[in-house]
């Protein structure tokens, strides 16, 4: 279950009718906290039947982390991704080229079953000092544009470009230059850009309109044979100086959303705006104007943005959540027939002051991914986080938030964000590569069936310091649920507030839950456990280890172990992928902890099915 979702008042019902029924007594030696046989299933369905969770929620598993083969210092990669089936594309705009500086390049990876691999670095073929090539990418199948907006056009300084590369094979070349046809000095073309098919979109958030200075444009260019030529230049129909129109663009089946985020509204100024433009007769026509139903002033609701069919999803990463100012947010709209609508408005469970959530968004199909590149956690300044919604009917629900593997504060994780099916990318483009600061990654994730509730250990609705769905063993009747005080700078889990501490005396103590699928498993199915672990004064005796076991439906079981680290460490993410040899009827996974002392921090436990 995701923590911000509440828990139905039967099913509450139900858990403290359960818990009246289970009364210690006396001759109990040790404290256990058991949900009885087939509870945990039976609230799973009803979460399920009320639409708080979906039978199968999302885990995000990493993949890879990306980086470039010839990274240096600032070069800012990952500040700009895309991905399309089996290939990414990552910018790294401040990359200097031929000893040049900020001339910016763009680098093409390729998946191969679970491994990703360099397979280009994209340059322009003109590119000069202060061009940042790679300030905006896109990709679509074997064709990448790329923005590079600081780009001179003869004298016009700063007017900016964008790039076509093709790939043929494993080879990319490049097959056009673009530039606006009415190019002025200090436009930025090529500031954002988006590609669907034959169609290139692209933003010029700075140009000029006749007496509005900055109020911006955006540009369509169409693909015939390997011409590209310009349709359409786009300005909203209300265009006011200063907006920024063009400061993010997307693309998808001939609809354009196109973000002003310094729009006003009325008096309120810097609200932000999005436009969805879409073809007519004989020119893109502006369809509608979408503003937030709540917005304030300096929202930039319009930051970011980005379309898939009829929806459209558009960042506010200043916006106030839940009275947290500059938590972010990011707004849904609908499309039915020629009308848009707000679906639903979307902030982070764990919001927290100056967070900037919606700084960068994508969606496909029914699922959302949110970027809180500022995000704190454990303590840690701008770590950043990304989050995964989904969408059932009409009702979007947050499925899971995650980090990568290494990240550290300031690393702006969740500055850019990129969603293709179940695959996501996510930029940290600050992260230190081999001791080169802001050398900048990238980091490739699959959206997986998660098997567990509540493995963040945010809920404990009886407030027993058990989370739901969870039970723990323990002799000490020291393990148990903890949560973060930070007015006393005490932290205690990865993610969000709350993860299990075990506390060992010599005997085991155990954190453990069963995932039992309807009509049982078969052979071959696959899974890989992850959980993010912390020590503190392990000893090197202990016995501290994740445990995934199979019941099989001959009787017997299957076991399989990870060995989690001792002594004293930070956060880190441990996982390891599993394979049923038969027929089984439950998956029941452990985490064991057994010390002469010692502290084990245990969050964000997920076992993922991989098939």
């Known amino acids: 279950m995701n923590p911000g979702r509440r828990i139905p008042a039967r099913v509450v019902s139900l858990v403290a009718l359960v818990g009246l029924l289970i009364v210690p007594t006396a001759a109990q030696a040790a404290p256990e906290t058991n949900w009885p046989q087939g509870l945990a299933e039976a609230i799973r369905a009803a979460l399920a039947a009320d639409g708080l969770i979906e039978p199968q929620a999302f885990a995000t598993l990493q993949q890879a982390k990306l980086t470039a083969s010839d990274g240096r210092s600032y070069d800012n990669f990952g500040l700009y991704v895309a991905v399309s089936g089996n290939t990414a594309l990552v910018g790294a705009p401040q990359a200097n080229v031929g000893g040049y500086v900020y001339v910016g390049a763009a680098y093409v990876f390729v998946r191969s079953g679970t491994t990703w691999s360099q397979q280009a670095k994209l340059t322009a073929s003109d590119g000069a000092t202060g061009d940042v090539f790679g300030h905006g990418v896109a990709l679509d199948g074997d064709t990448a544009l790329i923005g590079a907006p600081g780009a001179d056009i003869g004298l016009l300084s700063n007017a900016g470009a964008a790039y076509v590369f093709v790939r043929s094979g494993t080879t990319w070349s490049q097959q056009a230059k673009l530039t606006a046809s009415d190019a002025a000095p200090g436009d930025w073309f090529g500031y954002s850009v988006a590609l669907d098919g034959n169609t290139a979109l692209i933003g010029a958030d700075t140009a000029s309109l006749p007496g509005k200075t900055s109020a911006g444009a955006a540009y369509i260019f169409s693909r015939s044979g390997t011409t590209w030529t310009q349709q359409a230049k786009l300005t909203a129909s209300d265009a006011a100086a200063w907006d920024h129109f063009g400061y993010a663009v997307a693309l998808d089946n001939y609809t354009a959303v196109i973000g002003a985020y310094q729009g006003d509204k009325g008096e309120t100024a810097d609200t932000g705006a999005a436009y969805v433009f879409v073809p007519g007769a004989t020119t893109w026509i ?27 999803l558009v960042g506010a990463p200043f916006a106030d959540a839940g009275g947290k100012s500059t938590a972010g947010a ?282």
């Open 286 to 312: 502006q369809q509608a104007k979408l503003t937030a139903s709540d917005a304030a002033a300096y929202d930039w609701f319009g930051a970011s943005v980005a379309v898939s069919g009829d929806t459209a």
């Open 330 to 611: 990011a707004y849904v709209f609908t499309r039915s027939g020629t009308t848009w609508s707000e679906q639903a408005k979307l902030t982070a469970s764990d919001a927290s002051v100056d967070d900037q959530f919606g700084g960068a968004v994508a969606i496909s199909t029914a699922t959302a991914l949110v970027g809180a590149r500022a995000a704190d956690v454990g303590g840690q300044v701008d770590f950043g986080v990304a989050y995964v919604f989904t969408r059932s009917d009409s009702t979007w629900s947050e499925e899971t938030r995650f980090t990568a593997s290494d990240t550290t504060a300031s690393d702006f994780f969740g500055i850019a964000v990129a969603l293709d099916g179940t695959t996501a990318l996510v930029g940290a483009s600050a992260a230190d590569v081999g001791g080169q600061p802001d050398t900048g990654a990238a980091y490739a994730f699959v959206l997986l069936p998660e098997r567990l509730l509540n493995g963040s250990m945010e809920d404990d609705t009886d407030a027993d310091k058990v989370p739901d769905f969870w039970k723990i063993k323990s002799p000490s009747g020291k393990s148990k649920r903890k949560c973060d005080n930070p007015t006393e700078g005490k932290y205690y889990a990865h993610l969000g507030a709350c993860a299990v501490v075990l506390r060992s005396t010599g005997a085991k103590e155990v954190l453990q839950q069963t995932y039992t699928p309807a009509g049982g498993g078969l052979a071959g199915d696959a899974y890989t456990l992850s959980l993010w672990t912390s020590g503190k004064s392990i000893p090197a005796s202990a016995t501290a280890r994740a445990v995934v076991q199979f019941a099989y439906a001959d009787g017997t079981k299957g076991k399989f172990t990870l060995s989690l680290p001792v002594g004293t460490y930070a956060y880190q993410q441990l996982s390891f992928g599993v394979t049923a040899a038969k027929a089984y009827t439950s998956v029941k996974v452990k985490i064991e902890y057994a010390a002469s002392g010692g502290k084990l921090y245990v969050d964000d436990v997920s076992l993922a099915q991989t098939n």
